[in-house]
């Protein structure tokens, strides 16, 4: 276990997440007027410029996933229901090569991240679980901090994983726990893509 931090990722153009902006900024419109706030108000909950928010609703800007977490958790709301493409009902089994995918923006060390859905977002679900694909190189836009509880296992590659101060770095085989509060990001420090099973509750992505 290596004790030393290093340096966080900043916000910036290549952390932007890769999604349909007009649904996502049309979903985020109708949750902030489902709440009865102003542009102005959401936008000083969430830490950003009214401007960007505008752009961001109107399909004209994407954000980063930090910054999408700040607004869902001003509106009381929840990230998985941004990205999903059909509000129907769910099944029960999601075949090989069939569940959805959300794909992050490429990062500035890699060819980015892309998180296989699990359990397709539903309010019913306490759960929410992922396959996370980090290509080499890879690694999370962060840190990030919200409510709830984690759990991983690593089912393939090398990762190092930072929660709160401390960095740990894992292979194939190990898991892991923390309270999602802690601010949290991680990163594929192999030469092939590592992939990780990653289960939270409750879900907010």
């Not at 709440?35 to 004209?60: F, P, V």
């Not at 060390?109 to 892309?114: D, K, L, V, Y």
């Not at 679980?129 to 991983?152: D, M, R």
């Not at 990001?185 to 590592?194: F, I, P, S, T």
């Amino acid at each position: 276990m290596n004790m030393v931090k290093p340096p966080l990722p900043s916000e910036s153009r290549e952390d932007r997440i890769q999604s349909n902006p007009v649904r996502l900024g049309a979903r985020l419109r109708l949750t902030r007027q489902t709440r009865g706030l102003t542009l102005k108000a959401l936008a000083l909950a969430a830490d950003c410029s009214e401007s960007l928010l505008s752009k961001i609703e109107n399909g004209k800007a994407s954000p980063s996933l930090p910054m999408l977490h700040r607004l869902v958790r001003a509106l009381d709301s929840n990230i998985g229901w941004m990205f999903e493409e059909t509000d129907g009902e769910e099944g029960v089994v999601f075949r090989a090569g069939t569940r959805p995918l959300i794909t992050l923006d490429p990062l500035r060390r890699g060819e980015g991240i892309s998180l296989e859905r699990i359990i397709p977002y539903s309010a019913g679900h306490l759960l929410q679980c992922n396959i996370h694909h980090i290509e080499a190189g890879g690694q999370s836009a962060g840190p990030i901090q919200h409510v709830g509880e984690e759990v991983g296992y690593l089912l393939v590659g090398e990762i190092e994983l930072m929660i709160g101060d401390k960095t740990f770095r894992l292979s194939a085989g190990d898991s892991f726990v923390f309270n999602s509060e802690l601010a949290h990001w991680y990163r594929n420090v192999g030469e092939e893509r590592a992939s990780i099973f990653w289960v939270n509750t409750p879900p907010t992505f």
